[in-house]
């Protein structure tokens, strides 16, 4: 019984897949073609850019369509009496929702992946390609908030923040450079500028401390003095590797936030709102099949309206319901993590209050 309902909703979900890519790949073809028309962008730069959406799309859909295809294929069930059928066979209602969890359960694992680790990499090259190869500019001259690093095994063995990085002048101003051993601090190097000449960095009144855990911290001061600095970054690497927050992988935006609020001293709420929303969008699947089980198995004389007329309106709460709590938690009038989580917080209580009623 259990491959005969998941064999059901699996064309629906497919279904909702297309209707709802259609929709998105729409406005991203309209935006494409504006690249062609204003920019002079080839038909192949803008198929690339075409296909760079998809990851995005597909974060967006797949909660969307686990929510049309468990509705329309229960409701359809329900509509020709086999939902009755299966009950006074001895099926519970956690025997007929089971499928639709599993496939909640998949299209969160899907999405969570696309969203940690595909989409970061395709906003990147997508925002490269429109800056470089479409309007032909370079990346922003002057940027703040500048974060370089340097791993080993997996491991930051080094990273530095730089408040500001001047990109014509080749400049970084307030840096402070960390080597770490195993997560802890070995040197840590202050500067008031870092400067590109002949080849090298040079640190300009610079303080440097030593960590040591017998002998504590020791400090040498250069004062005006130019001394050279151990940075493998040249001036145009370092505006390459900058990346906004949506380019970041998950990793990357946590330890972001952290050296953020380490070293500028401030949290910031806008990216720790975006940090969660990175694992409470996919969990939108979960939660869609959760309350889609309880609403497809009731009563109803036409399937397939019913199972999308609802399926829209849910999605149209659950969108309104995360753009508030979205501003709430970026504004700071909720935590970023409740912020971020609202829409599925309502969702779990609808759905414990429709199975309550359904198992009644």
């Known amino acids: 019984m259990d491959r005969y309902l998941a064999r059901l909703l699996v064309t629906p979900t497919i279904f909702g897949i297309g209707v709802f890519s259609s929709i ?9 073609i504006r690249y062609v028309t204003e920019y002079g962008a080839s038909w192949k730069t803008a198929g690339l850019l075409l296909c760079l959406a998809l990851p ?21 069930l329900s ?21 639709a969890v599993i496939v909640g359960l998949i299209g969160m694992c899907l999405a969570l992946v696309v969203s940690a680790y595909v989409l970061p990499k395709a906003n990147l090259h997508s925002a490269r390609i429109v800056a470089e190869e479409v309007k032909g500019t370079s990346l922003s001259m002057v ?24 990109g014509q002048a080749q400049v ?23 400067y590109w000449d002949e080849d090298q960095w040079y640190l300009n009144d610079a303080e440097v401390y030593y960590h040591d855990p ?13 001394q050279p600095a151990d940075i493998a970054f040249r001036p145009t690497d370092i505006a390459r590797s900058q990346k906004s927050p949506d380019e970041m992988t998950t990793r990357e935006l946590r330890e972001y936030i952290n050296i953020l609020k380490s070293k500028a001293g401030y949290i910031d709420r806008k990216l720790l709102t975006e940090y969660h929303s990175r694992y409470a969008m996919p969990a939108a699947a979960l939660m869609f099949s959760l309350v889609g089980a309880p609403l497809g198995v009731q009563s109803h004389r036409s399937a397939s309206s019913v199972g999308f007329g609802m399926s829209m309106a849910i999605i149209l709460v659950y969108y309104v319901v995360m753009t508030f709590g979205i501003a709430l938690g970026e504004s700071g009038a909720l935590h970023p993590f409740l912020g971020a989580w609202l829409p599925n917080l309502v969702l779990m209580v609808a759905a414990v209050v429709l199975i309550i009623k359904v198992k009644k």
């Open 56 to 76: 995005q799309i597909m974060v967006w859909v797949l909660p969307m369509a686990v929510l049309l295809g468990v509705l329309m294929s229960l409701s359809q």
């Open 214 to 226: 017998e002998e504590g911290i020791s400090t040498i001061r250069f004062g005006q003095g130019r």
């Open 79 to 99: 509509a020709n009496s086999e939902i009755n059928a299966m009950r006074a066979a001895g099926m519970s209602f956690y025997q007929l929702s089971r499928p």
């Open 143 to 166: 940027q703040q908030n500048v974060i370089l690093r340097r791993y080993e095994r997996q491991r930051m063995t080094w990273f530095l923040y730089a408040a500001e990085f001047d």
């Open 172 to 194: 970084m101003y307030d840096v402070t450079i960390m080597d770490l051993a195993d997560g802890k601090p070995q040197v840590t190097t202050y500067a008031k500028s870092v």
């Open 24 to 32: 998105f790949l729409g406005s991203e073809i309209l935006r494409v």
